[in-house]
């Protein structure tokens, strides 16, 4: 099965978790500020709530993300933090990576996008993205084990393990 260092516990990086929280506080500051100083048209109105409550579940995604906590390990992956959930190596039964681009040239730098990685287990799935610490590592490690257990992957998650330098079996 997939080799992993010991036992490690995995965060998401420290620079990705403060650019989402300037991001969803200047976005809750410049829709709730008009809210609260002035009372603007009703149409404005209603355009300013439903962007406060967007910007008010991004800092909530945020906040899901910085308490979160993953552990790697020879054995399989392991959200512990919040609603746990192990996916054993052994026990995986799916795998898709996708990458989503924040510009319109789509070639797969991380500077221009992110990559997301699902695992599916019999229990449930977790979904992680490149921002983790040592997605690379998770990345191969499921990788491995989807080949091990034979598992068919789709033409997208293929492409984008390749781009990622990633053999598949």
């Not at 919040?82 to 510009?103: C, D, N, Q």
Request: charged share 20%; aromatic share 8%.
């Amino acid at each position: 099965m997939p080799s992993a260092a010991p036992s490690t516990v995995l965060t998401y990086d420290r620079p990705s978790i403060v650019t989402d929280y300037l991001r969803s506080g200047v976005g809750l500051v410049a829709s709730g500020a008009p809210l609260a100083l002035t009372k603007p048209m009703p149409w404005l109105t209603w355009v300013l709530v439903v962007t406060f409550i967007l910007f008010l579940l991004f800092a909530l995604r945020s906040v899901l993300r910085h308490v979160s906590r993953y552990q790697l390990d020879d054995d399989g992956f392991e959200r512990l933090s919040p609603r746990p959930l192990r996916v054993k190596w052994s026990e995986i039964e799916g795998m898709k990576l996708r990458y989503y681009a924040t510009r319109r040239n789509r070639d797969q730098d991380q500077n221009n996008g992110w990559f997301q990685l699902q695992l599916r287990g019999n229990k449930g799935k977790i979904i992680i993205d490149s921002n983790l610490g040592n997605f690379d590592q998770v990345l191969k490690s499921t990788a491995r084990a989807a080949g091990v257990r034979g598992l068919a992957l789709d033409k997208v998650t293929r492409d984008n393990l390749s781009a990622m330098g990633v053999a598949t079996q």
